[in-house]
C-alpha cells in the first residue's frame, strides 16, 4: 500500500509558476514509478508527465512539454512537478499517480492516487 499526498496548488495569474509535491508513505517509494495527471471540470482525467526509478527518464504530454518538469527525491520519498508559464487552460485538480511495473500513462494503469491538489489560472 501507498499513500500519497499532494501540495502546492493555488490560485496563480497567467504566466505564473507553481512547484506542487507528492509525498509517498508505506511501500518503498523507488519501487515505483510516479506520475502526474490533471481533471479539469467536465473532462476526463489526463496524463501530464511521468519519470521513471531512478528519476532519469521523463515523459510528458504535448500540452506541457517545454513547460512543465517532473523530479523526483527518493531519500524524501517525494515526487515534483515543476510548472512555468501557466496558461488557464493548465487550471484542473492535480493528481499524484504510483505504477509498480511501469510508466503510469493512463489512468487504468495507475495502483495508486493521491486526493488532488486544485490549480487555478487566471486570465
Known amino acids: 500500500q501507498v499513500q500519497l499526498v499532494e501540495s502546492g496548488g493555488g490560485l496563480v495569474q497567467a504566466g505564473g509558476s507553481l512547484r506542487l509535491s507528492c509525498a509517498a508513505s508505506?511501500?518503498?517509494?523507488?519501487?515505483?514509478?510516479m506520475g502526474w495527471f490533471r481533471q479539469a471540470p467536465g473532462k476526463e482525467r489526463e496524463f501530464v508527465a511521468d519519470?521513471?526509478?531512478?528519476?532519469?527518464?521523463?515523459f510528458y504530454a504535448d500540452s506541457v512539454k517545454g513547460r512543465f518538469t517532473i523530479s523526483r527525491d527518493n531519500a524524501k520519498n517525494t515526487v515534483f512537478l515543476q510548472m512555468n508559464s501557466l496558461k488557464p487552460e493548465d487550471t484542473a485538480l492535480y493528481y499524484c499517480?504510483?505504477?509498480?511495473?511501469?510508466?503510469?500513462?493512463?489512468?487504468?494503469?495507475?495502483?495508486?492516487w493521491g486526493q488532488g491538489t486544485q490549480v487555478t489560472v487566471s486570465s
Open positions: 499517480a504510483a505504477r509498480n511495473n511501469g510508466p503510469p500513462r493512463r489512468v487504468g494503469q495507475v495502483n495508486y
Open positions: 508505506g511501500r518503498a517509494f523507488s519501487d515505483y514509478y
Open positions: 519519470i521513471t526509478w531512478g528519476g532519469l527518464t521523463t
